[in-house]
């Protein structure tokens, strides 16, 4: 069982930025990939960016609606995986969580929830002026 924990969420204003961060205290994420998702009020969760495994590093994933404003990296040596926010925009306002998946490179099934095994609790991130 692998503990995921995220941090990084808060309050922002339009255009502002956050730096998430996805580990697991217990578990080297190293052979995981980490896929980001979100869930705003009322709305299903949805897949916006995913990392692969390091033997399939710097394979990376992100949705049209972030592309070019979200960044997802990995630094092995802190067991941590982020994800950038920049230029947030007020849809932007969800609940983020990671999740991963052994040995896994981020292309197919990338978008389905059952595709990762493990689960994080969740950082807010709200956007507003």
């Known amino acids: 069982q692998v503990h995921l924990v995220e941090s990084g969420g808060g309050a922002v204003q339009p255009g502002g930025s956050l730096r998430l961060s996805c580990t697991a205290p217990e578990y080297p994420l190293e052979d995981y990939a980490i896929g980001w998702f979100r869930q705003a009020p009322g709305q299903e969760r949805e897949v916006i960016s995913c990392i692969g495994s390091t033997d399939y590093n710097p394979n990376t994933y992100y949705t049209t609606s972030v592309k070019g404003r979200f960044a997802v990296s990995r630094d092995n040596a802190k067991n941590t995986v982020y994800l950038g926010l920049n230029n947030l925009k007020p849809e932007d306002t969800a609940i983020y969580f990671c999740?991963?998946?052994?040995?896994?490179?981020?292309?197919?099934?990338?978008?389905?929830?059952?595709?990762?095994?493990?689960w994080g609790q969740g950082t807010q991130v709200t956007v507003s002026s």
């Open positions: 999740a991963a998946e052994a040995f896994y490179d981020c292309q197919e099934s990338v978008e389905r929830e059952a595709t990762y095994a493990f």
